[in-house]
């Protein structure tokens, strides 16, 4: 932490010293506030180092203090007044025509690239410049339909956040109840799965033995956790979420336990969506858990099914789909009956047909590119895991009922077979299921192909 208070001292210093070289006083408000586009071309311009830092920093802070319209603004121009050169990019592909080897090549690759990448690049050199980039995208993200060429433009916060963010840079931190406050406090808004209620509910989460939680933090966000991952540590596979939250449970110690359970997955900055750390962070977790606690045999998630409950209801309005037959319609008509789940007598007669649908939803309902359309199922499988079990009435809260009917189930992380299912799930599409999971299939059974119907990284 001392080094990177340091270096970001030495920015501040530089940029101090800049704003002098370049005309600019700090605090001078509207009276100096100079033209966004203008500063942009000048930070492109490719002057000296403090004139650049202190020009990035001026940006950055005019941007922050324009109004949401006037930001969205700045944001259409970045989309639209600075691409490619398309002179020299023209002049580049005739010369690649040419004479396609050697020097051309290399000129093509750069007069591809859009000024906006650099324009980017020089920004992150402002103190802080890393952090106000990334809510740059996310402002972005949220107003993507509002800026034309933004996905040419989010292409290139994706790409230069790829490698800024990589593995390389990532710090795994162990989150209990001694961590400072304002991280534990960033933990309770993050939490994107399971709600924490207050600080007693995220004590529980991290205060007993058989509790824990990892984060993953960058040196530009040194506060700021990327992603973070709870884990519960069991004598069973849980099946549902209340035996793991539940506040009358009785802990045990690590050392009794056989299973490590990872309950809740968040992203916690919207800015980084689509750059992945979840992989990274669920196997660094498995290894350190691993070292910590010998006896850890299973590693498996409790995870939410997102998208089954809009899946299935779109299954019911089809009549053509050969998706349900009359009798599981007939059956799972009592979802209608918002306590249905509370009833024995109906959730005896759902959940054949719900688990069964369950079973095809995982199995064979697909994205036109093949993949899963549940997203959960994407990462997890994506990652090597093996659809181990699907829990019915596992989450009976308002969302996990308004989501998937409750359903939740567990992905097993066997290290054994681990890189075998991913190649075979990125390869031939092919998804790893317990012969349980395969049991429940009901066949012949032709499944439409779905789009996909939203987006979510991780569990969350």
Same mark, same amino acid.
């Given at each position: ?41 000048? #930070?492109?311009?490719? +002057?000296?180092?403090? @004139?650049?830092? *202190? ?6 802070? !005019? %941007?922050? $203090? ?103 840079? #990532?710090?795994?931190? +162990?989150?209990?109840? @001694?961590?400072? *406050? ?6 309770? !808004? %993050?939490? $994107? ?125 089809? $009549? ?141």
């Amino acid at each position: 932490m001392m080094d990177t208070t340091f270096f970001g001292d030495l920015l501040q210093t530089i940029a101090d010293r800049g704003r002098a070289l370049v005309g600019l006083s700090r605090g001078d408000g509207g009276a100096r506030r100079l033209d966004l586009a203008m500063l942009c071309d000048a #930070l492109l311009s490719g +002057r000296g180092e403090a @004139s650049g830092v *202190a020009l990035a920093r001026e940006i950055l802070a !005019q %941007y922050q $203090a324009l109004p949401p319209e006037e930001r969205l603004g700045f944001l259409r121009m970045l989309a639209i007044g600075y691409g490619p050169d398309r002179e020299r990019l023209d002049a580049a592909i005739k010369a690649y025509q040419a004479k396609p080897e050697g020097r051309s090549v290399i000129e093509l690759h750069m007069a591809a690239e859009p000024r906006r990448q650099e324009l980017i690049r020089r920004l992150n050199l402002a103190p802080g410049g890393t952090a106000s980039l990334v809510r740059m995208r996310e402002e972005a993200l949220r107003n993507a339909k509002s800026i034309p060429g933004f996905e040419a433009m989010d292409a290139d916060f994706t790409h230069l956040f790829s490698s800024w963010f990589n593995r390389g840079f #990532l710090v795994l931190r +162990r989150i209990d109840w @001694s961590t400072p *406050a304002n991280i534990l406090q960033k933990i309770i !808004q %993050y939490e $994107a799965v399971h709600a924490i209620r207050d600080w007693d509910d995220l004590r529980r989460r991290l205060e007993p033995p058989d509790r824990r939680c990892f984060a993953f933090f960058h040196p530009q966000l040194t506060d700021d956790p990327l992603i973070f991952v709870e884990v519960a540590l069991t004598a069973d596979m849980a099946s549902s979420i209340a035996e793991v939250l539940t506040e009358e449970r009785k802990p045990i110690t690590a050392d009794q336990a056989t299973s490590a359970v990872f309950y809740s997955i968040s992203n916690c900055q919207e800015g980084l969506r689509g750059i992945s750390f979840g992989n990274f962070l669920i196997k660094q977790v498995v290894e350190e858990l691993s070292r910590e606690i010998p006896t850890l045999r299973t590693f498996v998630t409790l995870s939410p099914v997102p998208g089954f409950a809009a899946w299935l209801a779109e299954a019911r309005r089809d $009549a053509a789909t050969e998706t349900l037959s009359a009798e599981d319609r007939r059956a799972l008509s009592l979802l209608a009956d918002p306590r249905w789940h509370a009833d024995p007598a109906k959730t005896e007669q759902v959940m054949p047909a719900l688990l069964a649908a369950a079973s095809q939803y995982f199995l064979k309902a697909k994205q036109p590119n093949g993949k899963p359309v549940d997203p959960v199922a994407r990462f997890h499988l994506g990652n090597g895991a093996r659809l181990e079990r699907i829990n019915p009435l596992a989450d009976l809260s308002p969302k996990g009922l308004k989501q998937s009917h409750g359903l939740m189930v567990n992905y097993l992380y066997d290290l054994k077979h681990i890189e075998r299912n991913h190649e075979a799930f990125v390869g031939e599409g092919r998804i790893a299921a317990s012969s349980a999971v395969r049991k429940l299939l009901k066949e012949p059974t032709r499944i439409q192909t779905r789009p996909r119907a939203g987006s979510a990284i991780g569990d969350s």
